[in-house]
């Protein structure tokens, strides 16, 4: 299952395409050309098509929230709409809540972005030097991470685990 794993943002979003084992393709991009990722998917034999999409759902936890946080809502609706109005009817939708992030990956409610990345490489980069990143001559699983496509790909993660363990 190819899953497209989609970190949203007010003005740029992270996404990752995994097919729970290799990373397809990952960037940190603007909104608008994350969509037309969205709506270019399975339209050309040298992309790898996604079955799905999972975004990162935002959650109101009683704390007051400003205008970026309505951009990235803004945003996440865009972004699954591009499924309903794809001409490709295989790509479905799911959204997942940072909180089910931290605690399928970390079992701690308190994690934070380092302990997420942690996790991610002591299951798929362990024992490796700079985080599983490697270097430009000897590339690692992680190479070329960075920011939000961490959180892209936790969030792969999590939604692949968890729809493995419901298909047994």
């Known amino acids: 299952m190819n899953i497209l794993a989609i970190d949203p943002g007010p003005i740029e979003s992270a996404y990752v395409v995994w097919d729970g084992t290799k990373i397809e393709r990952f960037a940190k991009a603007e909104n608008a050309l994350v969509l037309d990722e969205i709506s270019l998917c399975g339209k050309f034999k040298e992309l790898i098509a996604p079955q799905v999409l999972v975004i990162e759902q ?30 490709f009817s ?63 790909f936790a969030l792969a993660v999590t939604y692949f685990d968890q729809s493995k363990w419901r298909d047994e």
């Open 58 to 87: 935002v959650k109101s936890y009683g704390m007051t929230v400003g205008a970026s946080v309505f951009e990235t809502v803004f945003w996440s609706g865009r972004f699954t709409m591009a499924c309903e109005y794809n001409e």
């Open 90 to 152: 295989f790509l479905t939708w799911d959204r997942i809540p940072r909180m089910d992030v931290k605690m399928h990956l970390c079992h701690s409610s308190r994690a934070k972005d380092s302990n997420i990345i942690q996790a991610l490489v002591d299951r798929f980069a362990p024992n490796e030097k700079n985080r599983g990143k490697g270097t430009k001559s000897a590339p690692g699983f992680f190479y070329g991470f960075k920011s939000d496509i961490w959180q892209a």
